[in-house]
């Protein structure tokens, strides 16, 4: 292994590693916003991050680049947590991943006002980026979408490697699972899927990374 493979590996498994702990450590951020989601997102972008966006790169390297799977194979890894050698590792990866994002959807709805507010889908096009208040807006319009497609790949995804891992079952009895994870039940639409899934997620953690540091520098 060359020096410049080791070095990734290291990040990405320190990226995985950190992922549980930072999740099951909220109150290391309990005291930055009154609001609970503001609590349950800030510890969840680890796992988000480095999961969902290296399962966005695998899925563009091998059917858009036609990359080698054995060349992409560690981006894999760090989407599934296998990364890290440690036993079954890769089932507490899904399941905190799974977990945060229901906690997120959980959260979103009891603040005061939800954040998830489907009148506030329609107002994307009306973002006013030139505005000082262009975080907040695009957060709420993107939050319902975003929500609901990260919820719909995180348990269909958790559900699969656990029906594989722990309770044994074939991969047919189980395949409709990935094929919602991957947005692959329609011809041609995974790639699509994943990058709306990738492209909205970052611009949810963009726009609420913003408005965090305003809310720090109060």
Request: glycine share 10%; charged share 15%.
């Amino acid at each position: 292994m060359c020096p410049h493979d080791g070095r990734r590996l290291f990040i990405a498994r320190t990226a995985v590693l950190c992922g549980p702990v930072l999740c099951i450590s909220p109150t290391a951020v309990s005291r930055l916003s009154r609001r609970p989601s503001v609590e349950t997102s800030v510890p969840e972008c680890v796992p988000l991050g480095s999961g969902g966006e290296s399962g966005v790169a695998y899925c563009w390297s091998r059917r858009v680049l036609g990359m080698p799977k054995q060349d992409v194979k560690w981006l894999m890894q760090v989407h599934q947590g296998s990364i890290v050698p440690i036993a079954r590792f890769e089932l507490v990866w899904t399941a905190f991943n799974a977990l945060g994002v229901v906690a997120l959807v959980l959260t979103a709805l009891a603040g005061r006002p939800p954040m998830l507010r489907l009148e506030a889908v329609g107002r994307f096009g009306s973002v006013n980026f030139g505005s000082s208040s262009w975080p907040r807006h695009l957060h709420q319009a993107l939050s319902a979408v975003t929500l609901l497609l990260l919820a719909c790949s995180a348990v269909t995804g958790v559900a699969y490697r656990w029906g594989r891992v722990v309770f044994a079952a074939e991969k047919e009895r189980v395949a409709i699972l990935m094929q919602i994870h991957q947005g692959a039940y329609v011809p041609g639409l995974e790639v699509v899927y994943v990058s709306l899934t990738g492209t909205l997620t970052l611009l949810m953690a963009l726009s609420g990374g913003v408005l965090l540091v305003r809310r720090w520098l109060r």
